[in-house]
């Protein structure tokens, strides 16, 4: 995520903050608006942690898989159940 965007979702989550404040000053006992608000806490502290490496921006990593419109070899179907159809077949003649 690139600063930018981090700057928005900080943005975002604060506008969502101020917006479930009011909302409990109106309705405090209200399940709802607690666990609201629980959960822009919740985000909050995500956010303050940061990023882990795992989330980088992986946009680079996004190609275009082509598959071949070749036909695949049939061998390698030859011992695959028939999932769907009744499972496993056996051959005539083993047993």
């Known amino acids: 995520m690139s600063d930018a965007e981090l700057r928005r979702v900080n943005h975002l989550v604060g506008q969502l903050r101020r917006s479930i404040d009011s909302l409990r000053r109106d309705h405090r006992n209200c399940p709802v608006v607690r666990r609201l608000h629980n959960a822009v806490e919740l ?36 011992d695959a159940d028939d999932e769907g159809i009744g499972g496993f077949r056996r051959s005539v003649g083993s047993a």
């Open 43 to 78: 985000l909050e502290l995500d956010l303050t942690d940061g990023l882990p490496a795992t989330c980088a921006d992986r946009r680079e990593d996004r190609g275009v898989v082509l598959i071949p419109d070749t036909p695949h070899d049939p061998e390698l179907w030859r």
